[in-house]
C-alpha cells in the first residue's frame, strides 16, 4: 500500500472480528517492527504476543475492563526493558529511551497492521503491575495494542490545525 495510504488509513478500531490473522501475516508485522529505530540499536523493548484467550480477557480486566482487548485476535505488549537500556544510557536510558524504543516499536506495529488492512488500537489506560503480572515479567508495559480484521468503513477524525501543534522558531 502507498505509504500515505496507509498513513490514512490508520485509526482506532475497537471493534474486531473473529476471523484469525495468518502467522505470516504477524511476522510481516513483527518484521517491519525489528527494523525500527532504537536507542544506540539496543532494541531495548520486548513484545508478548498473546493469542490465548483467557490471557487476553487477564489483559482486559488490568486495562480498566476494555473488553474489546479479549475480542481480538492478537494482542501485542509492549514493554521497556528499562535495566538493560540503562546499563549503557544510564537514568535517561531507563526513564527515557526503553520507554521511547517501546513506543516507536508499537507504532510501527500499528502502521505495518494498517498496510495489511488490520486494526490496532493503542491501549495505554491499564494498572501496570496487573498487566506485568498477567504477562509474568519484570519489563515495564508500555502499550497493548490489540489487533485483528474490522468491518467499519468510515471514521471520524479530528485534529488541530498545523498551527496549533507547530511553532516555527
Ligand atoms: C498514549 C495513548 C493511550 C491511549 N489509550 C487508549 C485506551 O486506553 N483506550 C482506548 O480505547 N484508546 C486509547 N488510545 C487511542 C486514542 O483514543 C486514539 O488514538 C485517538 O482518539 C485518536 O484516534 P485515532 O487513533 O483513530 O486517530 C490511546 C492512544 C494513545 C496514543
Not at 515495564?140 to 489487533?147: E, S
Request: charge should be positive; charged fraction near 25%; include cysteine.
Amino acid at each position: 500500500m502507498e505509504f500515505k495510504k496507509t498513513i490514512e488509513l490508520r485509526h482506532s478500531v475497537r471493534h474486531f472480528l473473529k476471523q484469525p490473522i495468518k502467522n505470516e501475516k504477524i511476522n510481516s508485522i513483527l518484521d517491519v517492527v525489528n527494523n525500527c529505530p532504537s536507542a544506540g540499536n539496543l532494541q531495548s523493548y520486548k513484545i508478548y504476543l498473546i493469542k490465548k484467550q483467557d490471557v487476553k480477557k487477564e489483559l482486559a480486566a488490568a486495562a480498566l475492563d476494555q473488553e474489546f482487548i479479549a475480542q481480538a485476535p492478537i494482542v501485542m505488549v509492549f514493554c521497556a526493558k528499562q535495566e538493560e537500556c540503562a546499563a549503557k544510557y544510564g537514568a535517561r536510558g531507563k526513564n527515557l529511551y526503553s520507554l521511547q524504543d517501546a513506543t516507536i516499536a508499537a507504532s510501527y506495529a500499528q502502521l505495518a497492521a494498517a498496510d495489511l488492512n488490520i486494526g490496532t488500537v493503542w491501549v495505554g489506560a491499564f494498572d501496570s503491575e496487573k498487566v506485568k503480572s498477567v504477562l509474568r515479567t519484570s519489563y515495564l508495559p508500555v502499550a497493548i495494542i490489540p489487533m485483528g480484521y474490522y468491518s467499519e468503513k468510515s471514521f471520524l477524525r479530528e485534529r488541530k490545525q498545523k498551527s496549533q501543534i507547530v511553532e516555527e522558531i
